[in-house]
T-cell receptor, first 113, second 115 residues
Framework: QKEVEQNSGPLSVPEGAIASLNCTYS??????FFWYRQYSGKSPELIMF????GDKEDGRFTAQLNKASQYVSLLIRDSQPSDSATYLC?????????????FGKGTHLIIQP | NAGVTQTPKFRILKIGQSMTLQCTQD?????MYWYRQDPGMGLKLIYY???????DKGEVPNGYNVSRSTTEDFPLRLELAAPSQTSVYFC??????????????FGPGTRLTVL
């Protein structure tokens, strides 16, 4: 069974700073990695998808993948109060050949104005 | 496009009752999924479907059943509700397998309490 580990936080970052969120995964065979943002009481929203080693940038968000270290991170530049949310890391689920995703418990990010 | 819709938004059940959570998508996605999210936890996969007439179990299928008679609809059935099924239930759909695509969407969720 794949496992995805995240520090639950809360992680508190001042407005305008860089927020760094980390995720480790147990299955070396994982090929793709997802970051979701979930506001309190809302559904998850996909914000980044990465499958190659290195960095992927999309606006203020950068995902970094290191398959050798089984580590994926999400950087949020110029953090805004609207970035305050729980960030979930996910990898493809493969229990018994099933489809879908395995999620970490999420990191609660607080951006302080 | 309404995207992925779920009904009801909230429901309180008594132990032993049954109910069906509805999920509909209007994006013509073949792949659909049911997850549950307990407080402070990540999402866990209950069931999934790769197309009409095809369903399979995920990580936590016990106590649930699904069917997929059309591309649009993927209802989740709870039989003999138990307090352990108190959770928020999310339906999702995707254009390709969820683990291989960024074209995927979650519904707004159904908050279920079993007392």
């Amino acid at each position: 069974q794949k496992e995805v580990e995240q520090n639950s936080g809360p992680l508190s970052v001042p407005e305008g700073a860089i927020a760094s969120l980390n995720c480790t995964y147990s299955d070396r065979g994982s090929q793709s990695f997802f970051w979701y943002r979930q506001y309190s009481g809302k559904s998850p929203e996909l914000i980044m998808f990465i499958y190659s080693n290195g960095d992927k940038e999309d606006g203020r968000f950068t995902a970094q993948l290191n398959k050798a270290s089984q580590y994926v991170s999400l950087l949020i530049r110029d953090s805004q109060p609207s970035d305050s949310a729980t960030y979930l890391c996910a990898v493809p689920y493969s229990g018994g050949g099933a489809d879908g995703l395995t999620f970490g418990k999420g990191t609660h990010l607080i951006i302080q104005p | 496009n309404a995207g992925v819709t779920q009904t009801p938004k909230f429901r309180i059940l008594k132990i032993g009752q049954s109910m069906t959570l509805q999920c509909t998508q209007d994006m013509n996605h073949n792949y659909m999924y049911w997850y549950r999210q307990d407080p402070g936890m990540g999402l866990k996969l209950i069931y999934y479907s790769v197309g009409a007439g095809i369903t399979d179990k995920g990580e936590v299928p016990n106590g649930y059943n699904v069917s997929r008679s059309t591309t649009e609809d993927f209802p989740l059935r709870l039989e003999l509700a138990a307090p352990s099924q108190t959770s928020v239930y999310f339906c999702a759909s995707s254009y390709l397998r969820q683990g291989s695509t960024d074209t995927q969407y979650f519904g707004p969720g159904t908050r279920l309490t079993v007392l």
